[in-house]
């Protein structure tokens, strides 16, 4: 493999990196420069390559095209297609790492899913943009060299899934899409970055955490049914009835403040555990921590710790998919890194 010095003089291998595109607003395009609305995925995966190819990275790039759409139109079909391939790639020998392109509405979920099904053996970076191609200031470009560079870096390998985002760095289970617009739209809870990037320079904030794991759980394309509950001023206990009626084999409250809810909802949804429905507590707040405390013990709640209910709705998903439904076991996964 060849070796390319970078402009601060360190070397960098010419690596095979495996590119999925699926879309997104870093493959949109407004048609304006100046248009506040656009349609994302209109770029393919050869074309972006090419606009790529011109920065010079030291990098083999092999794009493959699954889908281009919109990441709110990503769910469990295209999930299963991407983590057969990912899985494949993380044998190849010739593979030393693997980029995803993905719309930035449910990117937290994809990746949140992927860390938890993939082995941490090689970089696996997820990547967006918040503006289309065409727009004043696209951030896609920047944003796609610094995937390129943490996933060539075998430093990447051992922090589970990554997602990079305006020059910064996240672990899949910390990051979450804070804010609506602007580039620098992502933040993570309860870490923060755990690196920061640029297309000239790499730094990590510490060392690699999960060396050589192997995948946590076994992906299934057909989850249990998790339904999202959402806390909101004199809510009914009905509501828990009614996801119960619709086939929700788990449950997971976007709770006021701590995971808090009425006593008339925490009532029914006690009732929901003694039927054999495990019950999460988490918060619609955008961030902070959801403890345990003494209630959980008596109603066999299980508390969503750092994550928020889209991510506790997934990780729930899996445990129930891989035959763990003992809130003990339940809890001791959402209180891992």
Not at 94 to 123: N, R, S
Not at 133 to 148: E, L, P, Q, T
Not at 172 to 181: F, G, L, N
Request: net charge negative; glycine share 12%.
């Amino acid at each position: 493999m060849k070796i390319v010095p970078d402009r601060y003089g360190k070397c960098m291998t010419d690596t095979h990196i495996e590119v999925f595109a699926t879309g997104g607003t870093i493959a949109g395009m407004a048609g304006s420069a100046t248009r506040r609305d656009y349609r994302p995925g209109q770029i393919g995966i050869d074309d972006l390559l090419a606009g790529m190819a011109a920065l010079g990275l030291p990098a083999k790039l092999v794009g493959h095209q699954f889908a281009n759409i919109g990441s709110e139109d990503i769910g469990p079909e295209l999930w299963r297609k991407l983590h057969e391939a990912a899985a494949q790639r993380m044998g190849d020998s010739a593979c030393q790492g693997i980029i995803i392109t993905h719309g930035t509405d449910t990117a937290e979920e994809t990746a949140f899913l992927f860390d938890q099904t993939l082995p941490t053996t090689k970089p696996v970076v997820l990547v967006g943009a918040m503006r289309p191609a065409d727009a004043v200031g696209s951030d896609g470009m920047r944003n796609f060299a610094n995937a390129v560079r943490v996933a060539s870096d075998p430093e990447a390998a051992g922090r589970g899934v990554l997602l990079v985002m305006s020059d910064h760095i996240f672990a899949a289970r910390d990051a979450r899409k804070a804010r609506t617009e602007g580039a620098n739209a992502f933040r993570g809870f309860p870490r923060g970055p755990v690196g920061h990037v640029t297309p000239a320079s790499l730094e990590w904030f510490g060392p690699p955490w999960r060396v050589d794991e192997p995948a946590r759980f076994e992906f299934h394309e057909n989850m249990p049914k998790v339904s999202i509950l959402y806390a909101y001023a004199g809510m009914s206990a009905e509501n828990v009835v009614q996801a119960l009626e619709g086939g929700a084999k788990g449950l997971v409250l976007a709770g006021f403040g701590h995971g808090n809810a009425s006593g008339g909802i925490r009532a029914a949804l006690a009732d929901a555990v003694a039927a054999g429905v495990p019950v999460v507590r988490a918060s619609r707040v955008d961030e902070g921590l959801v403890d345990r405390e003494p209630d959980d013990d008596a109603h066999g709640f299980i508390a969503a710790r750092a994550l928020g209910p889209p991510k506790a709705r997934i990780l729930l998903q899996l445990l129930l998919a891989n035959g763990i439904n003992d809130p003990v076991r339940a809890q001791q996964a959402f209180d891992r890194r």
